[in-house]
């Protein structure tokens, strides 16, 4: 069964860092996405990604975090300069349609800033 | 954005049937109702989706009232493999091309006991 999948599992940063977590899609998905999760709290929606453009994005995804598809297969969030308030469960999830349809989300990326 | 509400946590044995109902009074005519599951330190999973009546699939079925201001999810005798978060969404399928609005609230822990 096609998976999302993501790197690192884990990162260990210092405050400050750039980090760059990385993300496969679905390979025939379309529309593209970051959520995260701080422990013990809700998922919360960072960005979409559609055609090559940011779709829609939130409150949070500030001018500290970016998205790239770089090379047709992945899929990136930046994070510029680290606060020890990014220090979360990052997913990354696709999908074929847009609107409500179906996330596929991937195992996440757990992000510690120090 | 029609909110959801649902209850912070159940408890159940196994073998039993689970529902867990959400609210959602404000739902839109091109909302469609979709429910997650989420285990620790995974990404959500699709359970299901449905826009009116009953849904039913492998995993769960979904009961949905004429008036659309609820929805119940029905978990057939649940094992403890399903502890989980389970998350009831409500949104447009054809939003934008965009999750944007497809928000995660704080969803229902169930612990099934054995």
């Known amino acids: 069964e096609p998976e999302v999948t993501q790197t690192p599992s884990h990162q260990v940063t210092q405050m400050g860092q750039e980090v760059i977590l990385r993300c496969v899609p679905i390979?025939?998905?379309?529309?593209f996405y970051w959520y995260r999760q701080i422990l013990g709290q809700k998922v919360e929606f960072l960005v979409s990604?559609?055609?090559?453009?940011?779709?829609?994005k939130s409150e949070i995804f500030d001018d500290q975090f970016s998205v790239e598809r770089p090379d047709g297969s992945n899929f990136t969030l930046k994070i510029r300069s680290t606060k020890l308030e990014d220090s979360a469960m990052y997913f990354c999830?696709?999908?074929?349609?847009?609107?409500?349809?179906?996330?596929?989300f991937g195992e996440g990326s757990r992000l510690t800033v120090l | 954005l029609a909110k959801t509400t649902q209850p912070i946590s159940m408890d159940s044995y196994e073998g039993q049937e689970v529902n867990i109902t959400c609210s959602h009074n404000?739902?839109?005519?091109?909302?469609?109702i979709t429910w997650y599951q989420q285990f620790p330190s995974q990404g959500p999973r699709f359970i299901i989706q449905?826009?009116?009546t009953k849904v039913t699939n492998e995993v769960a079925s979904l009961f949905i009232p004429a008036d659309r201001k609820s929805s119940t999810l029905s978990l057939p005798r649940v094992s403890l493999s399903d502890t989980a978060v389970y998350y009831c969404?409500?949104?447009?399928?054809?939003?934008?091309?965009?999750?944007?609005?497809?928000?995660f609230g704080k969803g229902t822990k169930l612990s099934v006991k054995p």
């Open positions: 969404l409500v949104g447009d399928m054809n939003y934008g091309g965009s999750q944007g609005n497809l928000i």
């Open positions: 990604f559609y055609n090559n453009e940011i779709s829609e």
């Open positions: 390979s025939n998905h379309l529309y």
């Open positions: 449905g826009y009116k």
């Open positions: 999830a696709s999908s074929v349609q847009g609107g409500t349809g179906e996330l596929f």
């Open positions: 404000n739902i839109a005519t091109n909302d469609y």
